[in-house]
């Protein structure tokens, strides 16, 4: 049975880093498009950024363009999202989710709708930003 799952977020002040994990287990890494989203409170959920795992394509929400990369450990089914000059606004749950791409081949599936698809769902983790 597959799945994903978010760690490593936590408090960070304004202007500060933090780095995201995905790990991802029980499916063909390879086959899949792995996405970042958040949800802050009584908000939309957003999606963040996206990774074609089998040409690394990447894509990214227009909000964090220049400040945030998505990178992949293939060995190790691993996918990342470093955060950089974090502002308050990007205080939200953030998780990660998979889809494979017989079902969605879009570079841009986690930024554009329709991005309900997802194969594998993680739980989210907390990441705040303040002073």
């Known amino acids: 049975l597959g799945a994903v799952q978010a760690s490593g977020g936590g408090l960070v002040q304004p202007g500060g880093s933090l780095r995201l994990s995905c790990a991802a287990s029980?499916?063909?890494?390879?086959?899949?498009?792995i996405g970042w989203f958040r949800q802050a409170p009584g908000k939309e959920r957003e999606g963040v950024s996206c990774i074609r795992e089998r040409d690394g394509s990447s894509t990214y929400a227009d909000s964090v363009k220049g400040r945030f990369t998505i990178s992949s450990d293939n060995a190790r089914n691993l996918v990342y999202l470093q955060m950089n000059n974090l502002k308050p606004e990007d205080t939200a749950v953030y998780f990660c989710a998979a889809v494979s791409w017989v079902l969605e081949d879009r570079t841009d599936w986690c930024i554009v709708p329709p991005n309900n698809n997802m194969d594998y769902r993680g739980k989210g983790t907390l990441v705040t930003v303040s002073s």
């Open positions: 029980g499916f063909d890494f390879d086959d899949y498009t």
